[in-house]
């Protein structure tokens, strides 16, 4: 592994059912992030995590939950889908430490929610 | 609120220089960061600026002017795999990136 991956590389759900987005960075960054993309607007953050153990909410975090049991994964979960979450799903991940703290981006997940 | 503005696509010619713009109003400001983006592709570092002045990588360099909420992106000797979607995002108070909704770049031979 290099870098950032994320699984499934996409996924076509039916409304109501819970999906798990898989991260791993091998990186040992710090923090990590989620965020999603949608046509016409900028990345929005959904949650991050500054460290392992310890979570944060992000600008839209409503139907999605995430862990982070150890420093290189990093899941976000949907526990009940909606169509509204159709987008194409980003991870990244920063050491956390000053400066220019580069965020890195994961492939993305492209989910369609039915 | 928090906002960034950025033309929403711009077109230009191989071989030529081409500026994108970025203003911004944040809550706050610890650096501004572009990005690069290629269709269907995650988002890629390009520079990052927390002090005012011009920051030259290459044929990018990248413009700041905290003052005005204001910066730039200089894209010179474009060649055609420059087209692609540049996001420009600004590091607020709470050190969260706040994104613009990007400036698709189309560069014609």
């Known amino acids: 592994i290099a870098g950032i991956t994320q699984a499934p590389t996409s996924q076509i759900l039916a409304a109501g059912r819970r999906m798990t987005l898989r991260c791993t960075q091998d990186m040992r960054h710090n923090a990590m992030y989620w965020y999603r993309q949608d046509l016409g607007l900028g990345l929005r953050l959904i949650h991050y995590?500054?460290?392992?153990?310890?979570?944060g909410k992000g600008e839209v975090p409503d139907g999605y939950s995430v862990s982070r049991a150890n420093t290189d994964d990093f899941p976000l979960t949907l526990a009940s889908a909606v169509p509204s979450q159709t987008s194409v799903y980003f991870c990244a991940s920063s050491d956390g430490g000053t400066g220019a703290d580069t965020q890195y981006f994961g492939p993305g997940t492209r989910l369609t929610v039915l | 609120g928090q906002n960034i503005d950025q033309p929403t696509e711009m077109t230009a010619t191989e071989g030529a220089i081409v500026q994108i713009n970025c203003t911004y109003q944040t809550s706050g400001f610890n650096g501004l960061f572009w990005y690069q983006q290629h269709a269907g592709e995650a988002p890629t570092f390009l520079s990052y600026?927390?002090l005012d002045g011009l920051e030259e990588k290459g044929r990018f360099s990248s413009f700041l002017s905290r003052s005005k909420g204001y910066s730039y992106l200089l894209l010179k000797e474009l060649q055609m795999k420059d087209s692609a979607s540049y996001l420009c995002?600004?590091?607020?108070?709470?050190?969260?990136?706040?994104w613009g909704a990007g400036t698709k770049l189309i560069i014609k031979p």
């Open positions: 995590s500054n460290t392992a153990g310890t979570t």
């Open positions: 600026n927390v």
């Open positions: 995002a600004v590091r607020d108070s709470n050190y969260q990136l706040i």
